[in-house]
């Protein structure tokens, strides 16, 4: 049986974009692959009737597409170098792909950088695009007009005017000014119709069945983002907006339609502040009516750096609502009806990562136990599963895979789940290093899926073991509510599975243990490293080290922070202060590597220059590897040269502190 290599992942194949065509009778998906000749990710379009899946185009490095109809599909795309200029120039280009003939067509030129959201009824087009006030020119200007306003907006690019928070986004560079906008646009008379105010910031969008209602969320800008959010519908016949939810009392992660009726999956947070979990509400006379208190994730929380694009995870069937929800270790298929009626449908023991609907079946793609993302069937009144689909077959054949061991830590209060992976050819008289990986968040969770950084290092020999901490998704409100308590409670779990894990694999050796994570994983592997020296080296990855220069410097740091700390950064200096591992900085003798991205704008590259500097101002063995352009999906989707770098830098390090 062969090794799994630390570039293997450059034969994997990732699905996503599950989409099913307007009578529900075919389904399309993109399928992407690493080219490290591109340094980039090139995806592929397929068509499936949930037997046969037929390769119909390239779609470059571009993941994303619409059915237009039955027999065509709409993907951005640029097929020679002509048209990248036009794109440069800040427009879009959209062919259409005909099913029937074959035949690649171009099909659309925007003067801006629109997104076809939907295709509607007389020559009509839902548009959106993320504009500031001045960029309305791009489309409404004459052409000479519009080479203008290119050129000065060119001038101007040299700096940033900001005047409101937040200012950047990670993985969207600066966004102050820009606002999600949605327009109208008849393609026979080439009239643009903007359906928002230009300081609207739009959220969601779904369209009515009939194509004649568009319903959105979204606030306008204020200077500060707010959390919560507003409804309105706008009547595509009668070109009337209005507004059905002002109310300003919940953050709403989505809206859908169940028999014309519009329910909202939202939050008060004010129980559990911003990580709160969503309930189910129905809009009625202007507000929103609890109809369902969930109380768990209504999302898929599930980690693996398998991952690549994105699908929907919810659909409108027999009039009631399928979502998927992350419970536990793993995700499952629940429903609510419009009299609140929620019951489980399907148990998958792994990560729902999109579904769809063909012919009245259920599809979805999945990463179930060990294995690379494939598509299945979900049965739901014999509870079965079938995979459909063979993308990953040969990518780890005769490869060896770890099989997780679970391994539960029973508290008074709660058990700490989590799983040790052994080496290739374990022998249980030998001695082997081990390596704690922490997932981030911190409210996600690990299951027992494939995750090729911890299936690379087994193979490389090393125990592996994770777990889902106090923090982490999956368990209600309660257990993953730390808010004001980092480095305590969470620490308290880790150190005990740690022990745990020590106790039932003997084979470990104790002086050769290493830590590492990323975002809240980074956190904690700094937080432990203050507290213990019994890792003989670690590696933190897009860290926070400081939630008092976090606050001013994340993306989302001034509401996360207040939130996550419980406190203010002036008001409650002290309380930032003692959550903060720079704190403590002189403690560290763990050997410490640092790896983080210039252009992660989620936890900031200051907080690795911070510690690091104090580490190694105080004579501790330490290095930072700054990559350059990338951000904070940097182990996720970053470049595939700078993957490769990434896990060979982290595995180095632990290999020369043995």
């Not at 009509?124 to 993320?130: D, G, I, R, V």
């Not at 008074?412 to 290093?433: A, E």
């Not at 808010?483 to 020590?502: C, P, S």
């Not at 202060?577 to 590259?605: E, G, V």
Request: aromatic share 12%; with cysteine; net charge neutral.
């Amino acid at each position: 049986m062969d090794q799994i290599k630390l570039d293997q992942f450059l034969n994997y194949k990732f699905i996503s974009g599950l989409s099913s065509n307007p009578s529900k009778t075919q389904m399309a998906f993109a399928v992407a692959k690493a080219d490290m000749k591109k340094n980039d990710y090139l995806y592929e379009l397929f068509v499936s009737d949930g037997k046969k899946h037929k390769k119909v185009t390239s779609l470059k490095n571009k993941g994303s597409f619409l059915w237009e109809s039955d027999q065509t599909i709409l993907f951005p795309l640029a097929k020679n170098k002509a048209e990248e200029k036009i794109q440069k120039d800040k427009k879009s280009i959209y062919y259409r792909y005909h099913l029937d003939s074959k035949l690649l067509e171009k099909a659309y030129e925007f003067n801006f950088p629109a997104t076809i959201v939907k295709v509607l009824v007389n020559n009509q087009l839902l548009l959106s695009a993320n504009l500031s006030r001045k960029q309305h020119h791009l489309y409404m200007d004459s052409e000479d007009d519009r080479k203008l306003f290119l050129e000065q907006e060119k001038k101007e690019s040299l700096y940033e005017d900001i005047n409101e928070i937040p200012f950047y986004s990670n993985g969207s560079g600066f966004t102050a000014n820009l606002r999600k906008q949605l327009f109208i646009y008849d393609t026979k008379d080439q009239t643009m119709k903007n359906l928002v105010d230009t300081d609207f910031n739009v959220r969601n969008v779904i369209v009515s069945d009939d194509l004649n209602e568009i319903f959105y969320t979204g606030k306008q800008m204020t200077g500060v983002m707010q959390l919560t959010t507003d409804i309105y519908r706008y009547n595509v016949k009668l070109h009337q907006t209005e507004a059905l939810y002002r109310e300003n009392e919940y953050s709403i992660s989505n809206i859908y339609l169940i028999k014309n009726q519009l329910v909202a999956i939202a939050t008060d947070m004010k129980t559990y502040g911003l990580n709160q979990n969503d309930d189910f509400y129905l809009l009625m006379g202007k507000k929103l009516h609890l109809l369902k208190r969930y109380g768990q994730s209504v999302e898929n929380s599930l980690g693996s750096d398998c991952k690549l694009g994105l699908s929907s995870k919810n659909f409108v069937m027999d009039d009631k609502l399928f979502f998927v929800t992350t419970i536990d270790d793993h995700t499952e298929l629940h429903s609510i009806s419009l009299s609140g009626v929620e019951q489980p449908e399907y148990y998958f023991n792994g990560s729902i990562d999109g579904v769809t609907v063909i012919n009245q079946n259920i599809y979805i793609i999945g990463l179930f136990k060990q294995k690379l993302q494939e598509l299945y069937y979900l049965d739901l009144a014999h509870h079965e599963q079938k995979c459909i689909s063979a993308f990953n077959k040969n990518s780890l054949k005769n490869m060896y895979v770890a099989k997780p061991k679970e391994i539960v830590v029973d508290h008074r209060t709660h058990q700490v789940k989590g799983w040790v992976l052994y080496p290739k050819d374990y022998n249980p008289n030998h001695s082997y290093p081990a390596i704690l990986d922490i997932h981030g968040g911190p409210k996600t969770v690990y299951g027992k899926v494939f995750f090729h950084e911890m299936q690379y290092w087994a193979n490389e020999g090393y125990v592996v073991f994770y777990s889902n901490p106090r923090g982490s998704d999956g368990k209600g409100d309660e257990f993953s509510d730390i808010r004001g308590k980092y480095g305590t409670i969470d620490y308290d779990d880790l150190i005990a599975f740690t022990d745990k894990v020590l106790k039932k694999v003997p084979s470990i050796d104790r002086q050769r243990m290493f830590v590492t994570g990323g975002s809240y994983g980074g956190f904690m592997t700094n937080w432990i490293v203050c507290q213990t020296n019994r890792f003989k080296a670690a590696a933190t990855q897009r860290s926070i080290s400081n939630w008092l220069s976090f606050h001013g410097t994340s993306d989302i740091g001034f509401y996360f922070s207040k939130d996550q700390t419980d406190g203010h950064p002036n008001e409650d200096t002290t309380k930032l202060w003692d959550q903060s591992p720079m704190k403590y900085a002189l403690n560290i003798k763990t050997p410490l590597l640092f790896i983080h991205s210039d252009q992660d704008y989620r936890c900031p590259i200051e907080q690795a220059m911070q510690l690091y500097t104090i580490v190694k101002q105080n004579g501790v063995d330490t290095k930072l590897v700054w990559f350059k352009g990338e951000t904070h999906e940097l182990s996720r989707s970053g470049k595939p040269e700078a993957r490769i770098k990434r896990l060979e830098e982290i595995t180095n390090w632990f290999k020369q502190h043995e």
